[in-house]
C-alpha cells in the first residue's frame, strides 16, 4: 500500500491524507505536551452517593437529610416522582418525590439533574404541600437549579367517559380520575390494566407514567425542559406531534391540546428562572473551589433497569453508573458510595422475594416499621435481611460503607434470621440470578441470631446499643466485608448513630 506522503501528491493534489481531510503540520512545539498536562491531577471535587441497596423504602432521605445538612449541592440523577422520601425535621415530616431531600438545607443548592423525568405539576404541588407543613421549604425557588437536559411528563388526559375502568390493584370498581390528569400517568395505567388482561400479570408500577416517559426518551419523541423554556411555537409544534402519536395509540384518550398548551406556557414561565445548563453548573461545582457535593438516588439497586429483577423494575438506571448519566459527571469525580440498607427486607409491588415472610413474622415487620408506599400508599411485603441481594448490590456499585436503618423494628423479636446464601433444586448458585424464573425458585440458607428483646429507640451510641444488637451489625460487616457506617433507630436526625 502506497504510503500517506505518496497518495497526498497524486497528480500535484494538495495533500490529503488517507481520511480525505487537509494535511496538517503542527509546529514542534504545539505538538509537545506541557509536563503539567502530562501529569494525573486528583480531581478537585467529588460527590458523595447516597444509594437504595435493595428494593427501595431503605430510609436513603434520612441519610441525605444528615449528610445534606453540611452539604454545598444536593443532586437528584434519575428516577421522577415514582421516587418517595421522608424526612422528619423538628418534628414535621416531609415527603418528597421530586425534589432533592436536601433542599431542606437553606445553604444548600438543590440540583435535579438530566437523567430525572419531571412532572411539572407534581413539582409544584409538592413543594406546596411540604410548605404547609412547616418552614423547612420556605425559599425553595431560589436554591433549585433544574438541568436543561431533562426531560418533561407533563401531558394531560380526558377519557370519552371521564372514567377509566382499571385492574389497579389498591382501587376498586372504576377509577374516575380529576379532571385533568398525568397523560403519562394515563397511559402507564392502561399498559398495566393491558398486561394484565393479556398475561394475568402487571409489573406493579407506582402509576406515575415514568416508564411512557422514559420510552418517549428513548424513542426520541421526548420533550425537554430546554425546549418547554425555548422558542414555544417550536415547542407547540413537537407537543402536537407527540400527543397525535399518543391518542394513534390510545383511540380512547381525549386530549384537550390548546388547554394543554395554554398550562404548558404557565408552566414555562415559572419554570426558567429555575433552569440552568446542567452540564456547565456540574462542570463549574466539581472543578472549582472547594465544594462538598451530595447525590441522592431515587429507587434501589434491584429496581435498576439494568441490575434490578427485571422486568418488575424502574425505568432508570438506580446504581452509581446513573450518576454519571443522570448527571454529567466524569467517573473519576465519583467519591464515596453509601449504601443504604434496611435491617430486614421490604419490597413493594409484584415479583420474587426469596426472603419474604408471609405470616406472622411478615405482619409485624409491617406494623412495628409503618411500611406503606410513600408514593403509592401501598403495603410493602417484608421479610428478613438477605444479604445475598445486598452483597450483589455491593458489586454492582461498590459501597464505601453501609447506613443500616430501622434497627428498632428488630426490637421485640427473640430471633432473627439472616439470608446468607441461595440454592435451586439442592444445588448452591454462585451468584444472584438474573433469571427471575430462577430466583422464584430458590430456597434461602439462613443464619439465626439471638435478638435483643428491648428497645434500642433511645440509643445514640453504638455502645448504648444491646450486645445483641451490636453482633448483629457486626455480622452484616462480616458477611459484606463492607463498614458499617450509621445505624437508624428512630424517625428523627438524633436516631441516626454515627459509628465512625
Known sequence: MASDSNMANVNGRE?????????????????????????????????????????????????????AMDADIVCRCQGGNNAGHTVVVDSVEYDFHLLPSGVLNK????FIGNGVVIHLPGLFEEAEKNLHKGKGLQGWEERLKISDRAHIGEFHWFSSSGCLRTAWPFVDGPFCPPPVFNFHQAVDGIQEQQRQQQ??????????????????????????????????????DKF???????????PNLNINIEEELEQLKGFA??????????????????????????????????????????????????????????????????????????????????????????????????????????????????????????????????????????????????EIKVGVAYKV??????????????????????ETLPGWCCSTETARSFEDLPPQAQNYIRFIEDFLQVPVKWVGVGKSRESMIKLF
Not at 107 to 110: C, I, Y
Not at 209 to 235: E, N, Q, T, W
Not at 432 to 442: C, G, K
Request: aromatic fraction near 8%; charged fraction near 20%; charge should be positive.
Open 425 to 446: 433444586d439442592g444445588q448452591p448458585l454462585p451468584s444472584f440470578p438474573a433469571n427471575m424464573d430462577v430466583l422464584t425458585r430458590v430456597l434461602v440458607d439462613y
Open 269 to 414: 414561565e415559572r419554570l426558567r428562572p429555575l433552569v440552568t445548563d446542567g452540564v456547565y453548573f456540574m462542570h463549574k461545582a466539581l472543578t472549582g473551589p472547594s465544594k462538598k457535593i451530595l447525590v441522592e438516588g431515587a429507587n434501589a439497586a434491584l429496581l435498576d433497569i439494568d441490575f434490578g429483577t427485571y422486568p418488575f423494575v424502574t425505568s432508570s438506571n438506580c446504581t452509581v453508573g446513573g450518576v454519571c448519566t443522570g448527571l454529567g459527571v466524569p467517573p473519576s469525580h465519583v467519591g464515596r458510595v453509601y449504601g443504604v440498607v434496611k435491617a430486614y427486607t421490604t419490597r413493594v409491588g409484584v415479583g420474587a422475594f426469596p426472603t419474604e415472610q408471609d405470616n406472622d413474622i411478615g405482619e409485624l415487620l409491617q406494623s412495628r416499621g409503618r411500611e406503606f408506599g410513600v408514593t403509592t400508599g401501598r403495603r410493602r411485603r417484608c421479610g428478613w435481611l438477605d444479604l445475598v441481594l445486598v452483597r450483589y448490590a455491593h458489586m454492582v456499585n461498590g459501597f464505601s460503607a453501609i447506613a443500616l436503618t430501622k434497627l428498632d423494628i428488630l426490637d421485640t423479636l427473640p
Open 107 to 110: 445553604k444548600a443548592t438543590s
Open 15 to 67: 495533500p490529503v491524507s488517507l481520511n480525505g481531510e487537509p494535511v496538517v503540520k503542527r509546529a514542534r512545539e504545539n505538538v509537545q505536551l506541557s509536563a503539567s498536562l502530562r501529569t494525573p491531577k486528583e480531581p478537585q471535587n467529588k460527590v458523595t452517593v447516597v444509594l437504595g441497596a435493595q428494593w427501595g423504602d431503605e430510609g436513603k432521605g434520612k441519610v441525605v437529610d444528615l449528610l
Open 199 to 236: 398475561e394475568g400479570k402487571n409489573l406493579g408500577t407506582t402509576k406515575k407514567g415514568i416508564g411512557p416517559a422514559y420510552s418517549s426518551k428513548a424513542a426520541r419523541s421526548g420533550l425537554r425542559v430546554c425546549d418547554l423554556v425555548s422558542d414555544f411555537s417550536v415547542f407547540e
Open 240 to 250: 402536537r406531534k407527540l400527543a397525535g402519536h399518543y391518542l394513534v395509540m390510545y
